[in-house]
């Protein structure tokens, strides 16, 4: 994987407010570039110092793992949820174009 991709993922994940998500999804519209499955595979090598928790799926689930960390970060943080799953059309933040 491309470094600079890998460094434009995470300068996008670092711009999400506390309180909002983007999906994996949303992060590679918005760079016009790679997929879900590439923003995921950078937040799973190179996420760990970043917000990864205001990463999501497209229905609002937290990463296969996380899921008690992402629960407790977003409820800090105030993030909108439906359950245990940020309710997507009140929490996804929409980044200004670059």
Do not use: F, N
Not at 67 to 86: D, K, M, N, V
């Amino acid at each position: 994987m491309r470094p600079e991709y890998v460094e434009r993922v995470l300068e996008v994940v670092e711009r999400i407010p506390p309180g909002r998500v983007m999906s994996y999804g949303d992060i590679a519209e918005y760079l016009g570039e790679g997929g879900p499955r590439q923003v995921g595979r950078v937040m799973a090598l190179w996420g760990g110092a970043v917000c990864w928790w205001r990463v999501v799926r497209s229905d609002g689930s937290p990463p296969r793992g996380h899921e008690q960390q992402c629960l407790r970060r977003w409820r800090e943080e105030g993030t909108p949820l439906r359950g245990e799953r940020a309710d997507m059309p009140r929490a996804r933040w929409h980044a200004d174009p670059a």
